[in-house]
Nanobody, 121 residues
Framework: QVQLVESGGGLVQAGGSLRLSCAAS????????MGWYRQAPGKQRDLVAA???????NYADSVKGRFTIARDNAKNTVYLQMNSLKPEDTAVYYC???????????????WGQGTQVTVSS
């Protein structure tokens, strides 16, 4: 079994910063791409940022220049540094990863449970 556990969400004023972390644990053989998605009330879940195993990154236009995704392959952990936060960044943030377990020969996609980020104006 594999688990993704997020941490670091909370309430912050506009212009502030938060750092999200997501640690993968369990019967992991290899992790390919990791990423962060977010879902605001009444809206679909959208990609915020993604990072490959080789640290190539991709960002949503709305967060470019403000958010930075990084990963520590030794710790099976992905981070999202969020700066200059805006009220429209308020959402539940979900960690996502493509993982090969020790018992399977192909990647499966896993989700974390989500962490709330609230930005007050």
């Amino acid at each position: 079994q594999v688990q993704l556990v997020e941490s670091g969400g909370g309430l912050v004023q506009a212009g502030g910063s938060l750092r999200l972390s997501c640690a993968a644990s369990g019967s992991i053989f290899r992790i390919n791409a990791m990423g962060w998605y977010r879902q605001a009330p009444g809206k679909q879940r959208d990609l915020v940022a993604a990072i490959t195993k080789g640290s190539n990154t991709n960002y949503a236009d709305s967060v470019k220049g403000r958010f930075t995704i990084a990963r520590d392959n030794a710790k099976n952990t992905v981070y999202l540094q969020m700066n200059s936060l805006k009220p429209e960044d308020t959402a539940v943030y979900y960690c996502n990863a493509d993982i090969v377990t020790t018992t399977m020969s192909t990647f499966f996609n896993y989700w974390g449970q989500g962490t709330q980020v609230t930005v007050s104006s």
